[in-house]
């Protein structure tokens, strides 16, 4: 059995919790937040999983070197704005050799690091940690489904194949299906770009649009997706796998999704601010905006979708002639090759 740090006591870092601690490993949860702790701890329950119960073998945590040292797995499970900040007080815990996942999905702006990227770039200031192993841990997997033990698959992707399986072994049971995948980065890519998308896709079902719509969201947004990244170096096999169209799928149209359901607020009309309010949750597609339009601009890749998006939530255009241009662009082919 393993030792496994958690850093992050939200939805996704509690579900992912609950699991590997019902599997028999033993788990430390680390919140940045104090008054999370100590409710965490007292009521044994997630406020946005409010029908799961934690497990009394979970240990939570103030001290972020209780969840770092002496850990087979430290497990990065905060929004992306979060993950340079945890990894900066996280450091000094940090012994070289150490196994990390991230679980969370997002893209820095400005530096343009991936998060296990970001990682890695804060611990290695120290010149201490040239030895760290790097996984991200990515698919479609929505906490609310986890927390209630429905059947998901997920990927370990990491270069190392040794590491990926290790990973793959501790997240693996009856309920979670664990699949390695050696292409960190297009993982990670994937994960960050496809909740651009899921936020057209609310978007769209706001304005009242249907499911031709959402499909050609799904395909015409990995297009764009998978155009970025085979050109940054992701690997095809990943944008067509689970960590890819799989969790485009699912986050394009599952109700449980925060982007899906923030697009479809701003579709109503409210402003992103206000989106954001009520969705009560980190919505990753509007963090990941500005990366992506950098990246876009940096790599000279069409991204006419996340474009949309970036012109509806964050320049005021409106959303339904955003639609209708986006419609009549440039006529095109669908042939690649
Ligand atoms: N919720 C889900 O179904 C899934 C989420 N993810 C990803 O996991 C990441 C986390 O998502 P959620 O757990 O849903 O978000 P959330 O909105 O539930 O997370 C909030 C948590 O962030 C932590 N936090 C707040 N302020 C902080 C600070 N200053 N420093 C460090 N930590 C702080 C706290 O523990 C808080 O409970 C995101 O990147 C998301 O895309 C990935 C797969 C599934
Ligand atoms: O990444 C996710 C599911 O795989 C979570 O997506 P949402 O943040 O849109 O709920």
């Known amino acids: 059995m393993a030792k496994i740090g958690v850093l992050g006591a939200g939805t996704w870092g509690m579900a992912l919790a609950r699991m590997l601690s019902n599997s028999g490993h033993e788990v430390t949860v680390w919140s940045a937040l104090p008054q999370e ?15 799961m119960v934690i497990p009394d073998e979970i240990k939570f945590t103030k001290e972020i070197a209780e969840a770092c040292q002496d850990k087979d797995i430290i497990l990065f499970a905060v929004p992306s704005v979060f993950v340079r900040s945890t990894a900066k007080t996280a450091a000094a815990f940090i012994p ?46 929505h906490a609310e489904e986890v927390a209630k033990d429905l059947p998901t698959t997920i990927v370990s992707a990491c270069e190392d194949q040794a590491v990926a399986e290790k990973v793959q072994d501790v997240f ?40 031709n719509m959402r499909a050609a969201l799904i395909i015409r947004g990995m297009a764009e997706i ?22 485009l799928i699912v986050t394009a149209t599952s109700k449980e999704s925060r982007n899906n359901n923030a697009g479809y607020l701003i579709g109503k009309g409210k402003s992103a601010e206000e989106a954001k309010k009520e969705v009560g949750m980190v919505v990753e597609g509007i963090n990941a905006i500005p990366a992506a339009l950098e990246l876009a601009d ?29 419609m009549l662009r440039e006529k095109k082919s669908e042939m690649t090759k």
């Open 37 to 51: 702790v100590d409710e965490l701890s007292r009521t044994r329950r997630q406020k946005n999983l409010p029908g």
């Open 96 to 141: 070289d050799g150490q196994i990390i996942v991230d679980v969370a999905k997002g893209i820095e702006p400005d530096t343009l690091l991936t998060l296990t990227e970001v990682i890695a770039d804060e611990l290695n200031k120290d010149g201490k940690h040239g030895n760290v192993h790097y996984v991200a841990m990515s698919g479609p997997t």
């Open 172 to 211: 693996m049971n009856k309920n979670m299906r664990v699949y390695t995948n050696s292409d960190r980065l297009g993982v990670e890519l994937c994960g960050a770009l496809k909740n651009v998308i899921a936020l057209a896709s609310g978007i769209c079902s706001g304005l009242g649009y249907g499911d």
């Open 226 to 247: 998978k155009r970025l990244g085979l050109k940054m170096g992701g690997k095809e096999d990943s944008f067509d796998g689970l960590a890819g169209m799989g969790d």
């Open 298 to 326: 940096k790599y000279d890749v069409e991204m006419p979708i996340v474009f949309a998006v970036d012109a509806v939530v964050n320049r005021g255009a409106d959303a339904r002639e955003t639609v209708d241009a986006l």
